[in-house]
């Protein structure tokens, strides 16, 4: 028999839940009015449902301190606002899933089994008194960021990604984590006939097996999973889900790339949080630098350290009064990798055809592969250090 605590302090919340569950025959649900309570944690529920009513940060402590625990219960937040420092909080401590207070029942029942089905798996995945070991080789992620559209942030990403996957030969998978307006699919030259939103409608039970079918394999290699096709799709794919999917692709590949969209939300946190490289993108105009310098900001106020996000400045070269020492300075941030204009790179997007395949010998296409095999010589100082 599993087990679900719900905390809040009015009735009608704990019994809604109560009836959500109803259904669920092997699941108790019990209440209780503070997640401060000692019982709450020595009955080792599967997951605890803080409601709107229980303080924030006490959820976060609560979730915190499970993380040591050998039964430890999943967390299923739902707020009344969700803002981007609660995600952020929220994320860092181990909660499973934060959901709108206003959302559909279906929403939240969909959460709560997500996170009970992971923690059953969990108990009956671990080994009594001994530890479970992160694997060696575990995936580098690496995320391509800009709150500025048309930096070239999906260049980037895509041509990293098919640089990993075709001219260094490593198992590399590129997520298009701009879901309401992804271009991969158009950048690679493929269609859509699984994406993202097929791994989420069957959240519940996927596993490797099942997500490996909604990958698109491109002619580099890389295997991709695309954005939804409709906008609209996006409202369903929550950040417990894509935290979820994110974990799956690290079992299966040795990197995992992330395109997000130009935004600062609760997406792109929760890939932030999964990364072990971030290259946020800029060029060589005004309104390109001062986001990025208000992005950069942002990252360090949210705790991310400023040593794994890298400055790569798209069309370094251009003749546009300004150099790159003035950007750095501008910015607060050496610039890491420079790429030079060049027209072959809308005529290979046009093409569907990463510059890193279509024109390999070009400027363009060396300092892609560089950024690319600087990300592996980290993995392999990394595995170096672990032996």
């Known amino acids: 028999m599993g087990l679900v605590i719900v905390v809040d302090k009015k009735d009608d919340f704990i019994s809604g839940v109560a009836t959500v569950l109803a259904p669920k025959a092997d699941i108790e649900v019990r209440r209780a009015a503070s997640i401060d309570d000692s019982r ?56 499973s899933d934060v959901v709108q207070a206003n959302a559909p029942a279906s929403e ?47 260049v980037l990403a895509t041509n990293i990604g098919s640089a990993l996957a075709s001219t260094l030969d490593k198992r590399t998978v590129l997520v298009d984590l701009d879901l309401q307006f992804g271009d991969v699919a158009i950048m690679l030259g493929l269609e859509p006939k699984r994406t993202i939103l097929d791994a989420v409608h069957n959240i519940d039970r996927l596993d490797v097996d099942m997500l490996a079918g909604y990958l698109t394999t491109h002619d580099s290699g890389l295997q991709v999973l695309l954005a939804p ?64 310098r208000v992005s950069l900001q942002k990252l360090t106020q949210l705790g991310y350290d400023h040593g794994f996000v890298h400055l790569v400045l798209n069309r370094a070269d251009s003749k546009v009064w ?4 003035e950007v750095e300075k501008a910015v ?56």
């Open 40 to 95: 709450v944690s020595a009955a080792e529920p599967h997951v605890v449902v803080a409601g709107p009513s229980t303080d924030a940060s006490a959820c976060v402590a609560f979730a915190r301190s499970q993380a040591s625990h050998p039964r430890r219960a999943a967390v299923i937040m739902v707020a009344e606002t969700i803002d981007t420092d609660l995600m952020r909080d929220a994320m860092r401590a181990g909660v």
């Open 108 to 154: 939240l029942l969909e959460a709560i089994m997500s996170a009970y089905d992971a923690s059953v798996n969990r108990r009956e995945a671990e080994q009594p008194c001994e530890p479970t070991l992160e694997p060696a080789n575990a995936a580098r992620v690496v995320t391509v960021f800009s709150t500025k559209g048309g930096v070239g942030k999906s």
């Open 229 to 292: 096709v409709n906008p609209e799709d996006a409202e369903t794919i929550t950040t417990g889900r894509i935290a979820k999917i994110l974990g799956l692709l690290s079992e299966m590949f040795d990197y995992v790339v992330i395109d997000t969209a130009a935004t600062f939300d609760e997406v792109v946190l929760t890939a932030l949080d999964k990364s072990t490289h971030v290259f946020a993108v800029t060029m060589m105009d005004v309104a390109s630098i001062k986001n990025t």
């Open 322 to 325: 300004l150099q790159p020492a």
């Open 332 to 387: 607060g941030s050496e610039v890491y990798a420079k790429i030079p204009s060049d027209r072959i790179v809308p005529r290979s997007v046009n093409k569907g055809t990463p510059v890193v395949i279509d024109e390999p010998r070009s400027d363009v296409a060396k300092a892609i592969v560089e950024i690319a095999q600087g990300v592996v010589r980290s993995a392999e100082e990394v595995a170096t250090n672990v032996a």
